[in-house]
């Protein structure tokens, strides 16, 4: 990184990061702690297997392409509207849409 974040920019991002920003972002875990309460995840080595899958496979793979692309526009001062499309397009379910635009909008009011 050749810029250094303001000690404004880094605590706005470490709010919006933050447990306590109320969006519940945080409470979309993929199921974590319901697989460390089953014993699935026990250890390190448990719990870097269930990432990768995430990322590799899972839902996360979506996040991790979405912020990348995200991230790649914002730096060349790109539109979002076509990320934000697409985040919405990969919503598999009404369910999953309605939760994905709802957080969106709380996100949004909240910032």
Request: charged share 25%; aromatic share 8%.
């Amino acid at each position: 990184m050749t810029e250094q974040l303001s000690t404004v920019t880094l605590l706005r991002l470490m709010a919006w990061l933050s447990p306590a920003f109320p969006v519940g972002g945080f409470s979309y875990s993929h199921g974590l702690e319901r697989a460390a309460h089953d014993g699935l995840i026990a250890n390190r080595d448990d719990l870097a297997g269930w990432l990768e899958t995430l990322v590799e496979i899972g839902s996360g793979w979506n996040d991790a392409v979405l912020f990348a692309e995200a991230w790649r526009r914002a730096r060349d001062d790109g539109d979002l509207n076509e990320v934000a499309a697409l985040a919405e397009a990969l919503a598999g379910s009404r369910e999953r849409h309605m939760e994905t635009m709802l957080q969106g909008a709380a996100f949004l009011k909240a910032a």
